[in-house]
């Protein structure tokens, strides 16, 4: 049957073969646009079906908070359903629907994909401005701090062409591992002739075929993007008329105010030059002004090549390299990713690798950076239904006026802060639809008390996980190969975006699991807003979306393939004239704003700056003796985030939470390869085996984050997530320090040492 694995982001095309009514297997369907490979977890696909530890049944919590047993007992959907529904509506009536935040799995990592618009909708329609879903962690520099430079979403809406790039630039970011699709799309655009840039402490997967591949320490992204960008604009390898037409670069920034020169009709004042110092007759008299590029340019030029060499370890003639290949096999294509989005400066890190793709001047051009055309559809995430008075409550908006709040995502410390110390409001209510927040996410610990401490807390899952263990009700989910989800398109191409999938259940639902989606507009009725859910009919729902295509529920039916709808890729729509007037950017000039005056307006740097890892030796010279080494990780091949280690096809593969370094590192502590060691960082211990690894900086160590699970068939160990012997890596983070604009915590650059377990 064709179909398509939702396990991750890659949402591969596949087959699925099904005998006597058992599903057997998952193979890839080359004919789908992001079919051409699976992989192994994708293969897995049937043992996690048909896994003796998936959640059969709603339960309910019967002993306290913090007892080694919670007295799991098994109850009824109707009850569950009711229960839920009745204590939501008490918490909001009487603390107010924002004292609920709703959590989901990342859509990366799982398959909420198929179902976070409604979850979405869910929560607007109840009322809270709080969702989380690590946004500050995954997404919040693809998607959000960039749209202070583009006002769009670069790279994460506006994907890299890979079909028809020059030179493919990947920062932070193995698709081989991550979403194979754009590996596949990557080889075959090597074939033809592209070329390769990519930033990664570790060589991994499309590393071994770069043209370049820049051994950056972590954390130290923001110098090397800005080094890159310093010898584009010394050199003059950066397009010109590009960044004088439709970046704010020749606009006039006065030096006595740091804001942007306005003539007396309010208009931005442009000046001629892209370089140099005015002094500009205005009405109060002569202002010092430059323009916006030469700032750019200072700000740049604190990180010569041989200034960035000694902070990044990448050599300076090799940045020089890089600059050069960016510029000749222009347009670039990026796309960059967890690498550089766990840093406590991951707003300047996305800001200043944006400044190298505007120079190349390959924004919404073929080959660049492109919005890939959509099916058209109804939205059905129901902005319209939270009101501006409610979205003004989002946690950590006051911290972070700038940050994820302003699109109603929270942190988790924003959420561990409000339930322990009620600030900004006492939040008493979590709604999880999946999520491991105490493996996933900093502070596990004080993760554990904030859960604990809540009134009410229900979680839906396939599997319990030490998260959801300290809920009030746990719901049995189905996993995605036995429900009916729709896709609008898939991500990679113009042409994968044409194709419609309404996905088929390849078996029906084990035990009494039921989608996300069911739950969500089974719990919607129940909570009076059935209204905003066609009554609790989610086809009518799915109808209401596709209208607009043409589409209709039962040809999708008919063709579970899937349907294409003809698109056509428009470049440069920002250049679209409409009413004799650009279309330009979203942002409030209405160009690229290389010059952020909004970022300036709230106290931040207005072009990108970079001064360090926050708990790195510049900045914390005391921690450097006792933890000489820089932490960062880095995601498996086997398993997504916390999950998959119950399934013995991929455990047999890794065994046991490794860590990778350095042999001199190793050698200096007596560490063999092989060897059980500590992982030791100002917040605690945890442990993992030691991978040597030569490639890696001598300083560097890469861990991996994620284990609790056990595996009984293969009797592979669980690890406990907090205890004292634990392999939760994350035990190893605090929240603080984090990204002022956007609250990125710094799991991928933090001080650590390494021991031997004796
Ligand atoms: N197999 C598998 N696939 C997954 C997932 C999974 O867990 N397993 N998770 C899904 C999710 S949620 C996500 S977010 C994506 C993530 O996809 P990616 O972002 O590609 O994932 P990673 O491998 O964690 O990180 C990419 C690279 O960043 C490098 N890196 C580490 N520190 C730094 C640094 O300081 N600077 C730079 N430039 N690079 C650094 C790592 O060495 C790594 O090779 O993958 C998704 N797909
Ligand atoms: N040190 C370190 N920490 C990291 C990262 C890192 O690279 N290093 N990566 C970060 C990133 S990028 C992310 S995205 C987060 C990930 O954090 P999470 O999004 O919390 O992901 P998981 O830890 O995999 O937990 C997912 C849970 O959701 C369940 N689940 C899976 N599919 C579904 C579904 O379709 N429906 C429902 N209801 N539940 C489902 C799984 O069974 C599992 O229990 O972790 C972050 N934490
Ligand atoms: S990469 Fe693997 S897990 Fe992700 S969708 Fe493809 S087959 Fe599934
Ligand atoms: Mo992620």
């Given at each position: 049957m064709p179909t398509f694995c939702a396990l991750c982001v890659s949402r591969c095309g596949a087959t699925a073969t099904i005998r006597d009514g058992v599903f057997r297997s998952l193979e890839p369907d080359p004919g789908h646009p992001t079919g051409k490979a699976l992989?192994?977890?994708?293969?897995?696909?049937?043992?996690?079906?048909?896994?003796?530890?998936?959640?059969?049944?709603?339960?309910?919590?019967?002993?306290?908070?913090?007892?080694?047993?919670?007295?799991?007992?098994?109850i009824g959907w109707e009850e569950a359903l009711d229960t839920v529904a009745g204590r939501l509506l008490e918490l909001s009536r009487a603390s107010g629907p924002e004292s609920v935040v709703f959590a989901a799995a990342s859509p990366s990592t799982s398959a909420i994909s198929d179902s976070i618009d409604w979850i979405t909708r869910l929560r607007r329609a109840f009322g809270s401005p709080n969702q989380l879903v690590s946004m500050e962690l995954c997404a919040w520099g693809r998607y959000l701090a960039t749209s202070y430079t583009f006002g769009a979403s670069v790279p994460g809406a506006y994907l890299p062409d890979l079909d028809h790039a020059g030179c493919i630039l990947f920062w932070g970011y193995n698709p081989s591992l991550a979403r194979l699709s754009h590996a596949t799309g990557t080889v075959a655009a090597l074939r033809r002739g592209a070329r390769l840039v990519v930033v990664d402490p570790r060589r991994v997967g499309l590393a071994h075929r770069a043209d370049e591949w820049l051994r950056v320490r972590p954390g130290s992204d923001g110098a090397l993007a800005l080094a890159i960008a310093h010898v584009m604009?010394?050199?003059?390898?950066?397009?010109?008329?590009?960044?004088?037409?439709?970046?704010?670069?020749?606009?006039?920034?006065r030096m006595d105010s740091g804001r942007l020169l306005r003539d007396d009709a309010g208009n931005y004042v442009v000046g001629d030059e892209l370089f140099g110092d005015v002094e500009v007759e205005t009405a109060e008299g002569p202002v010092r002004c430059r323009p916006v590029f030469q700032l750019v340019a200072d700000g740049c030029g604190r990180f010569e090549p041989r200034t960035a060499a000694a902070v990044?370890?990448?050599?300076?003639?090799?940045?020089?390299?890089?600059?050069?290949?960016?510029?000749?096999?222009?347009?670039?294509?990026?796309?960059?990713?967890?690498?550089?989005?766990?840093?406590?400066?991951?707003?300047?890190?996305?800001?200043?690798?944006?400044?190298?793709?505007?120079?190349?001047?390959?924004?919404?051009?073929?080959?660049?950076?492109v919005l890939f055309p959509s099916v058209p559809s109804n939205p059905i995430a129901g902005v319209e239904l939270l009101s501006d008075a409610q979205r003004a409550k989002a946690l950590g908006l006051a911290r972070r006026p700038l940050g994820p709040s302003r699109w109603e995502f929270v942190s988790s410390d924003d959420l561990y802060t409000a339930v322990l110390e009620a600030t900004p409001y006492q939040v008493r209510g979590l709604v999880g639809f999946g999520a491991n927040l105490l493996l996933a996410h900093a502070d596990g610990r004080r993760g554990r008390d904030a859960l604990a401490a809540l009134d009410f807390y229900v979680h839906a899952d396939l599997f319990m996980n030490p998260t959801a263990e300290l809920a009030d009700v746990v719901l049995p989910v189905a996993s995605p190969f036995e429900a009916e989800a729709l896709a609008l398109g898939f991500e990679v191409s113009?042409?994968?975006?044409?194709?419609?999938?309404?996905?088929?259940?390849?078996?029906?639902?084990?035990?009494?699991?039921?989608?996300?989606?069911?739950?969500?507009?089974?719990?919607?009725?129940?909570?009076?807003?059935?209204?905003?859910?066609?009554?609790?009919?989610?086809?009518?729902?799915?109808?209401?979306?596709?209208?607009?295509?043409?589409?209709?529920?039962?040809?999708?039916?008919?063709?579970?393939?899937?349907?294409?709808?003809?698109?056509?890729?428009?470049?440069?729509?920002?250049?679209?004239?409409?009413?004799?007037?650009?279309?330009?950017?979203?942002t409030p000039t209405r160009r690229i704003e290389l010059y952020s005056e909004t970022l300036l307006d709230h106290g931040y740097p207005p072009v990108p700056e970079f001064s360090g890892p926050a708990l790195g030796p510049a900045m914390r010279p005391d921690l450097t003796a006792r933890y000489p080494l820089i932490l960062t990780s880095a995601k498996s091949t086997w398993y997504c985030e916390s999950q998959h280690r119950g399934l013995p096809s991929l455990r047999r593969r890794a065994l046991e939470p490794s860590v990778e370094l350095h042999p001199e590192a190793a050698r200096a502590r007596e560490i063999g390869d092989g060897d059980w060691i500590w992982i030791e960082t100002p917040a605690g211990r945890v442990r993992a085996r030691a991978v040597l690894n030569e490639d890696l900086a001598p300083d560097v160590v890469c861990g991996q984050h994620g284990w609790w699970q056990a595996c009984a068939e293969i009797d592979a160990p669980g690890y406990d997530p907090l205890g004292p012997e634990s392999a939760n890596l994350n035990l190893l983070i605090r929240h603080e320090p984090s990204d002022p604009v956007g609250g990125s915590v710094p799991h991928r650059s933090y001080p650590c040492n390494v021991a031997r377990i004796d």
């Open positions: 992989c192994m977890k994708g293969k897995a696909a049937p043992e996690l079906v048909y896994h003796a530890e998936r959640l059969g049944t709603p339960l309910r919590r019967t002993r306290p908070k913090g007892d080694p047993d919670p007295g799991w007992e098994a604009i010394e050199r003059g390898w950066f397009d010109e008329e590009f960044v004088r037409r439709w970046t704010n670069a020749p606009y006039l920034v990044t370890g990448v050599p300076a003639d090799q940045i020089e390299r890089t600059a050069r290949l960016l510029w000749d096999a222009r347009p670039v294509a990026y796309y960059a990713w967890s690498g550089v989005e766990q840093h406590a400066d991951a707003t300047q890190i996305a800001r200043a690798i944006a400044q190298v793709h505007v120079l190349a001047g390959s924004f919404d051009v073929r080959g660049g950076n113009p042409s994968a975006r044409s194709l419609v999938q309404l996905r088929q259940p390849i078996v029906p639902p084990r035990g009494g699991g039921r989608s996300d989606l069911e739950i969500v507009f089974a719990l919607a009725t129940r909570l009076g807003i059935g209204e905003h859910f066609w009554g609790g009919d989610l086809e009518a729902g799915w109808r209401h979306q596709l209208a607009p295509s043409g589409l209709t529920l039962e040809q999708l039916r008919a063709e579970p393939g899937g349907v294409r709808v003809p698109l056509e890729t428009r470049y440069r729509r920002f250049a679209e004239e409409h009413d004799g007037r650009a279309a330009g950017f979203r």
